[in-house]
């Protein structure tokens, strides 16, 4: 059974920093795109970073690229989220999903319509 399942979440303040989680199960993570997005309250999802299965290849999005980093465990069949230097504007919910096709970051980046499994999702709050 194909789970993914995010941790890391919290309440941090701003300039603060973060590390979420996505464990997956029922496949083996360095075989696909994994991609993060998030969802604030009131706004449509946004993708916000991936990793390629083959290469290792990233891609985020402008709004956190400097500030954000994804990454893999394959022995812990987990991808990571550093987030640094959090923003009000980062506060949302936070989840992890898998791209059927291993290379789909590479070409499509978190364009939506490739990923086929998600997560439940973590909550990030950002507040002093």
């Known amino acids: 059974q194909v789970q993914l399942v995010e941790s890391g979440g919290g309440l941090v303040q701003p300039g603060g920093s973060l590390r979420l989680s996505c464990v997956v199960s029922?496949?083996?993570?360095?075989?696909?795109?994994i991609g993060w997005f998030r969802q604030a309250p009131g706004k449509g999802r946004e993708g916000i970073s991936c990793?390629?299965?083959?290469?290792?290849?990233?891609y985020y999005a402008d709004s956190v690229k400097g500030r954000f980093t994804i990454s893999r465990d394959n022995v812990r069949n987990t991808v990571y989220l550093q987030m640094s230097s959090l923003k009000t504007e980062d506060a949302a919910v936070y989840y992890c999903?898998?791209?059927?096709?291993?290379?789909?970051?590479?070409?499509?980046?978190?364009?939506?319509?490739?990923?086929?499994?998600w997560g439940q999702g973590t909550q990030v709050t950002v507040s002093s």
């Open positions: 999903a898998r791209a059927w096709e291993g290379d789909y970051c590479a070409s499509k980046g978190t364009l939506p319509g490739g990923y086929d499994a």
């Open positions: 990793i390629s299965s083959s290469d290792g290849s990233t």
């Open positions: 029922g496949f083996t993570v360095n075989y696909y795109t």
